[in-house]
């Protein structure tokens, strides 16, 4: 097995020992749909020996992925119905989203922008599309943070990231840049000296958030790429996604919590499933998700505590559905419920 480059098709991912011989045809199948990257360190972070290996689950393409259930959407957080340019999405007055690019080192089997990203995908902006971006954001003068997404932004050579960040320099009303990216666990090579000076081109304070959904992922390799951005002044938050078969347990939660914490990244947002094409076997409801939720408060420390999110399909944005603790009695009282599920009166009766 070659180690170097990503595993892309059902043949590869036979001989890695992924797929079972008998799926080439529906694995196939999948994969001429939804796009297939496993980057070597992910693979050999893959537990052949576990069926229900939560690393494998995320990447490795299953026949589930043919089925489609009618409340799922192409577009499913509706980015479509926001974007002024191509690559800007204006959902939120204060902050957009720049998608340069529509590439990933890894495809996750749930992604919410499936339909858009991979070979197949939005490519790359062309250089004048890239103009256009950022004179809008130029144009703008409500744009506060500027959140590079995609496509995972970190594929991009140290050379296109700087000049990118040398743009946003010179637009004095841009305060914060953020990125999303799962580059530091995937490919945690790529987190070199280059890399992290041409993130911080900007001169603005620069956020990074790490997508990652099981404590497995935050591999000593991982720690290391990540102290090394946070060492050199980057603000590191987290983004999961909560999975069925790979997070949806308190102790696993818990986990991965705390493994963000110990290596200085804040837990940030726990995103409910979106209604992606072919994503119905990772989803669970929201009851079951706010359940999961609650089990961590008490448990686990105060920094460890991420805010459950639903992006709320059509583009209306993202919302907080975390279970209320709260319950109002009328006439300034309420039942305020513990962490043991145990409610009290406030304020407390005479
Ligand atoms: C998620 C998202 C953001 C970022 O939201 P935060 O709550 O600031 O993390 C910004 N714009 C769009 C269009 C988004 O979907
Ligand atoms: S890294 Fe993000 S954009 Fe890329 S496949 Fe995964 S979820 Fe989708």
């Known amino acids: 097995m070659n180690e170097q480059r990503p595993i892309r098709t059902a043949r590869e991912l036979i001989d890695a020992g992924l797929v079972a011989p008998g799926d080439e045809a529906a694995i196939s199948r ?40 009618p409340e799922e959407r192409a577009d499913p957080i ?8 191509p690559g800007i999405v204006h959902r939120y007055p204060d902050r957009v989203l720049l998608k340069a690019v529509h590439v990933c080192p890894v495809y996750c089997r749930f992604c919410f922008r499936r339909e858009m990203v991979g070979p197949q995908g939005l ?28 496509g995972d932004p970190l594929v991009l050579s140290p050379r296109r990231l700087g000049e990118i960040m040398a743009r946003l320099h010179e637009i004095d009303h841009v305060k914060i840049v953020r990125f999303h990216t799962r580059v530091p666990v995937v490919e945690p ?51 999961s996604v909560l999975l069925k078969g790979v997070n949806d347990d308190p102790a696993v939660l ?21 209604l992606a094409p072919g994503t119905s076997h990772f989803r669970l409801s929201i009851e079951e998700g706010q359940a999961l939720v609650a089990s961590l408060r008490g448990r686990v420390s105060g920094l460890c505590q991420p805010t459950y999110i639903l992006d709320i399909p059509g583009g209306h944005g993202k919302a ?12 300034g009282c309420y039942t305020v ?9 406030y304020p407390p009766k005479a």
């Open 78 to 85: 509706g980015d479509g119905a926001h974007s002024p340019v």
């Open 320 to 331: 907080v559905i975390s279970a209320s603790t709260i319950a109002a009695e009328g006439g």
């Open 123 to 150: 490519g790359m902006l062309t250089a004048e599309e890239l103009d256009a971006a950022i004179a809008y954001i130029a144009e703008h003068s409500e744009i506060w943070e500027v959140i590079l997404t995609g």
């Open 254 to 274: 818990a986990d991965l919590m705390r493994a963000f914490v110990e290596t200085r990244i804040k837990p940030y947002y726990l995103h409910h499933p979106d």
């Open 189 to 239: 090579e790529r987190i070199d000296a280059d890399l992290i000076a041409a993130l911080k081109a900007s001169g603005k304070a620069t956020y990074v958030a790490l997508h990652a959904n099981h404590p497995r992922e935050l591999t000593p390799e991982a720690r290391t790429a990540t102290a090394r951005l946070i060492d050199a002044g980057v603000v590191m938050v987290s983004q």
């Open 337 to 345: 419920t513990d962490f043991r599920g145990q409610g009290h009166a």
């Open 30 to 69: 999948v994969a001429s749909r939804y796009a297939v990257a496993i980057s070597p360190a992910i693979a050999s972070l893959i537990d052949r020996k576990d069926a229900n290996d939560p690393i494998a689950r995320q990447f490795v393409p299953n026949a589930a992925e043919l089925t489609l259930t």
